[in-house]
T-cell receptor, first 115, second 111 residues
């Protein structure tokens, strides 16, 4: 049973560039959430996708956008990169078709460095 | 929004020692998870425990939802237990919801 996978593992970009990160959820999961983890801090919620739509969003600017595909995989796009966007980006998957909150499982993350 | 506080922020122990990590949260929740983040950044699920007590080997956890706290116990610590432990909580009246993380407890186990 494959867990949550993310690509790439590491990425170096220059200020002002755009980046796309990818995530495939755990088998049987239909919901993908993205988190940003700055050095020394806990992960911060960016947004969540279900049925190819953004369902919840955290306190992040519109430069952060996403997409979910029919196979439940997801992309996170960040435009006009800033130095402060340097962080570990984590993808989590879960299952919506339950009546109670469902346990979230995380991928290994993509470490983004903006220079 | 819900605030999550973890204590202590740092903990240094000798191998074989026991430890208790605490997570306080500011509002009622129906989702609580404990994670261990390894040095490569991977978040490993330890417990899904919105209430009650669970045990898995040397680890156990207890959540007292009415008093808004959770405890993670690690017994007979090993060097491989080193890393950052996060508590994350959520509240949703539908299924899948976002979870809010505390700032973590950094545990260092000395051989």
């Amino acid at each position: 049973d494959a867990g949550v996978t993310q690509s790439p593992t590491h990425l170096i970009k220059t200020r002002g560039q755009q980046v796309t990160l990818r995530c495939s959820p755990k088998s049987g999961h239909d919901t993908v959430s993205w988190y940003q983890q700055a050095l020394g801090q806990g992960p911060q919620f960016i947004f969540q996708y279900y049925e190819e739509e953004e369902r919840q969003r955290g306190n992040f600017p519109d430069r952060f956008s996403g997409h979910q595909f029919p196979n439940y995989s997801s992309e996170l796009n960040v435009n006009a990169l800033l130095l402060g966007d340097s962080a570990l980006y984590l993808c989590a998957s879960s299952q919506t078709e339950t009546t109670v909150p469902y346990e979230q499982y995380f991928g290994p993350g993509t470490r983004l460095t903006v220079t | 929004g819900i605030q999550v506080e973890q204590s202590p922020p740092d903990l240094i122990l000798q191998e074989g020692a026991n430890s208790t990590l605490r997570c306080n949260f500011s509002d009622s929740v129906n989702n609580l998870q404990w994670f261990h983040q390894n040095p490569w950044g991977q978040l490993i699920n330890l417990f899904y425990i919105p209430s009650g007590t669970k045990q898995n080997g040397r680890l156990s956890a207890t959540t007292v939802a009415t008093e808004r706290y959770s405890l993670l116990y690690i017994s007979s610590s090993q060097t491989t237990d080193s890393g950052v432990y996060f508590c994350a909580v959520g509240r949703s009246y539908s299924s899948a919801s976002k979870i809010i993380f505390g700032s973590g407890t950094r545990l260092s186990i000395r051989p």
